[in-house]
Structures are given as C-alpha cells and as structure tokens.
C-alpha cells in the first residue's frame, strides 16, 4: 500500500459516483482497507487518509503474505490495487516474487472482483520454473483480461519498466479467453530537466484513448492494442503478441543496402578487406557503382506477402557474456546490440568460440538498437545481447540483406524469443 495512493484515487473515484451522503460515508467507513508492512510508511498513509478525511479505520500494519486469503476474503473486497515490492523474490525464497503477491491478492478478493497490479515487465515474462509455476497456478484460478506497457519513465530515476496487469478474481482462465496487450508507452508524460515526469499536453486525450479501447469503445492499431488467447508459458506483454505486418518500403531497402556498403567500404579503408570475400577498395567501388542496379526490383507493395516462421529457416545462436570483456586490437569482429556500424563493437583477439559468417544478427536489446538485424559476411564473436540467425540451407548475402532489413521492421523482436515459438532448441556461442 506504500503511501496509500492507491487508496486515495479509489475513493476519490468511488465518492463522484456516490448519490447521497449516507454512501460517502460508508465509503470512507467501510469500503477502503489497505496493508501495509512497514510501520513508518504505515504512518505515512494513515496521515494521508487522515487528512482526506476517511478516518483509516481499515488500515492494517501487517504481513500481507501472512495474512489468510479467506479472511481477507470475508472483507468483500471487490476491487484490488497492488504495486508489490520489487526484485526482492529469489531461489531461495521464491514467496517474494512479484507473482506471489498477486495470486495471494486475487486469492484474498471476493469472485468476480477486479485486480490490477503495477510491475516490472519481467514479471510478466516469468522465466523462472516458480514463476511459471506460479503464471499456470494464477490461471488456473482466476482470468487474466489483459496487460498495458507503461512509460518507462513512470518510476523516473528507478529504471523499472512497468506494466499494469489486470485480472478478475475467482474465475479460472477459459482457454478460448481473448486478453488485450498495449503498448502505451507513450503516454503523454515527458521527462523534463529539473522536475522529473511531468504530463504533456496530450496525456488526457491518450488516457482517454486507452480507456476508450480497453472498454471496446474504439478500434486501435496492432501496434497500440494487440487481442490474444494466453498460455502460461507466454510472455505477457503486447511486445510478445505484435506482429507488424507493415510492408517495408523499396527506400526502405535502398537505406539498408546503402548502409551496408557503407559498413563494408569503411572496413576496407581500415584494412579489414579479409572481412569479405573479394574484399578489395576495387571491389567496393564496383559494388557502390552497382547499387542502384542491385535495387531495381518491382515495387515491393506489388508483390504478394505471407508469413514465414523464422525459425523454419534459420538456427537461433546466443551470444555469450565474456566476449564483451576481450576488446582489443584482434581480428575477429565482435558484434554487439548496436544500432548502426552494422552492429560492429570492435574487434577480438580470437576468442573460445567463433561463429561461421553469412548469417543474420538480430539484436535482442541495446541502446536504441533493440529490434535490428544486421546481415554478417564475416566470422565473429557474438556477445550476450545478440542472437544469430544462421541458415538451415544456403542462402546469398542479398537475400539475407533482404531478410535482415524485414525482421528490424518486426518490433516484436524487443521482446526476444516471441517470434522464435519453435521446437528447435538454441544454442549459444
């Protein structure tokens, strides 16, 4: 309960709605209760509800966790608000995890009431076997209806990444259950210098907006509000479910083989011309004068477009940790989650492992460079933030370009893995 803010906006909500004075006063009577652990924080929100009046006379100074569901239950709580203590579940005491707060809420809340809970985005990917465990546990007792990304700058100076998750108590999770997933990332909230989080001028016209396609009162883009059945294995975030179906540009192409040849011509002026076959100055040059041929292709929204699972087409390889810490002046290039150089980092002495060239790198996230794919002539060294795409059969340098400039259009990728559902295990390097 922290504070208790959540406290204070429900029943600033419930009392405009309210007819008579008898209902605001039971209001503040009875229909506000709150937990909270620590004393001087307890202190803190007994004083905010003191001062608006409600008389805390439903605060508890106590153990949540402790506290058992069916007599919490008996409180007939039929709306709950969580923003649970953070990062603080582990191995060794897996009750801390996010997900353990919220199913002992949706357990402690009356059938049929409404729960939405504010946590890091990793809580709702789960990838630990108890938060799995405890994704299939929620499901199997209660309906997740959905799960807004927020700003990351909510927690200003925090460095979390929130998402708000809600769900109805007490009906287990049908199978065929559509949940919505949105990326309101852009809230109308600017950060700015000296003050902090502060709301733009748009933010009521976009709060508005969500509300409007949370509730089925208007229609919204894929890449705003994404409509999916759940399993508790998926990672529950828009990012997981989007599918950009945006068809790429012919000047989209244009930009990515221009930038390519760019990379290669710059590592030729370094004396690195050993990084591509026939690698020569004469060879770029020719290579540069060719490219307005290379892209006379027919216009690419002519053409007929379907869905291909990578993973059909290419092994998966992750990058390891350790190569970041070899930096130097060798001669294996080291490809990181960079958003230009074609994701060059530098360069290694030759390291354990050395992944073949003419593959695909796609960044799984980095400043600004989360999402890219860049095509790799030569062999290289991957660090821990880069998955290589490697083709099960050949395939040209071009068609891989081709590829690699498709699949940084698919911002499903900042979530890594979600387009990789496949039972082809991956390997790293």
Same mark, same amino acid.
């Given at each position: ?18 007819e008579t ?9 009875r ?33 949540? !966790?402790?506290?058992?569901?069916a007599q ?13 203590? #953070?990062?603080?579940? @582990? ?5 801390? #995890?996010?997900?353990? *707060?919220?199913? %002992?809420?949706?357990? @402690? ?16 990917t ?17 309906t !997740? ?31 065929? /259950?559509?949940c ?30 969500? !509300?409007?396609?949370w509730?089925?009162?208007g229609?919204?883009?894929?890449k705003?509000?994404?409509? @999916?059945?759940? /399993? ?5 975030l %828009?990012?997981?479910? #989007? ?16 930038? #390519?040849?760019? *990379? ?12 591509f076959?026939?690698?020569?100055? $004469? ?14 292709i ?16 290419? %092994? ?5 940790? $350790?190569?970041?810490?070899? !930096? ?14 074609n ?9 354990? /492992?050395?992944? /073949? ?16 794919? *860049? ?9 821990? %933030? ?25 911002? $499903? ?11 082809v ?5």
């Amino acid at each position: 309960m922290r504070t208790a803010g959540f406290l204070i906006s429900a029943m600033h909500r419930m009392l405009s709605m309210a007819e008579t004075d008898q209902q605001r006063k039971e209001i503040k009577k009875r229909q506000l209760k709150g937990f909270e652990l620590q004393s001087n924080m307890f202190a803190v929100a007994c004083a905010n509800m003191i001062l608006r009046r409600d008389g805390n006379s439903n605060l508890e100074c106590c153990d949540f !966790l402790a506290k058992n569901p069916a007599q919490v239950q008996k409180k007939g709580a039929t709306v709950g608000l969580m923003n649970p203590p #953070y990062s603080q579940g @582990s191995a060794s005491d897996p009750s801390q #995890y996010e997900l353990s *707060f919220v199913e %002992h809420l949706l357990d @402690s809340l009356t059938s049929g009431a409404r729960a939405a809970v504010i946590v890091p985005q990793s809580t709702m990917t789960g990838k630990t076997k108890v938060e799995q465990m405890y994704k299939s546990s929620i499901l199997k007792h209660h309906t !997740l209806e959905g799960v807004i990304t927020c700003n990351r700058d909510t927690f200003y100076g925090v460095g979390t990444n929130p998402v708000i998750a809600v769900f109805t108590a007490g009906e287990p999770h049908d199978l065929g /259950k559509v949940c919505k997933f949105i990326d309101f990332r852009d809230d109308g909230y600017e950060v700015r210098a000296h003050v902090g989080l502060v709301e733009g001028n748009s933010a009521k016209d976009k709060r508005q907006h969500l !509300l409007d396609v949370w509730n089925g009162h208007g229609g919204a883009p894929s890449k705003f509000c994404v409509e @999916s059945t759940v /399993k508790p294995d998926d990672e529950w975030l %828009h990012s997981f479910y #989007y599918f950009n179906d945006e068809i790429p540009t012919d000047a989209d192409f244009e930009k990515s083989i221009g930038d #390519y040849l760019t *990379f290669e011509f710059s590592m030729v002026m370094q004396n690195r011309e050993y990084l591509f076959e026939g690698g020569n100055r $004469a060879y770029v040059e020719k290579r540069i004068a060719e490219l307005g041929e290379a892209v006379e292709i027919p216009a690419l929204n002519e053409k007929d477009w379907r869905p291909v699972r990578l993973a059909s087409i290419f %092994h998966l390889i992750r990058g390891r940790e $350790a190569n970041m810490a070899m !930096l130097g002046d060798g001669g294996t290039p080291l490809v990181s989650a960079k958003n230009g150089s074609n994701g060059l980092k530098g360069f290694v002495d030759t390291p354990e /492992k050395v992944l /073949k060239g003419n593959c695909i790198t796609l960044n799984n996230d980095g400043d600004g460079g989360a999402g890219l794919a *860049f095509f790799q002539p030569a062999d290289m060294a991957l660090d821990t %933030h880069v998955t290589a795409l490697v083709p099960r059969l050949g395939m040209s340098g071009w068609s891989m370009l081709f590829i690699a400039r498709c699949i940084s259009g698919l911002h $499903a990728f900042l979530a890594m893995g979600c387009r990789f559902q496949t039972n082809v295990p991956e390997t790293s390097v």
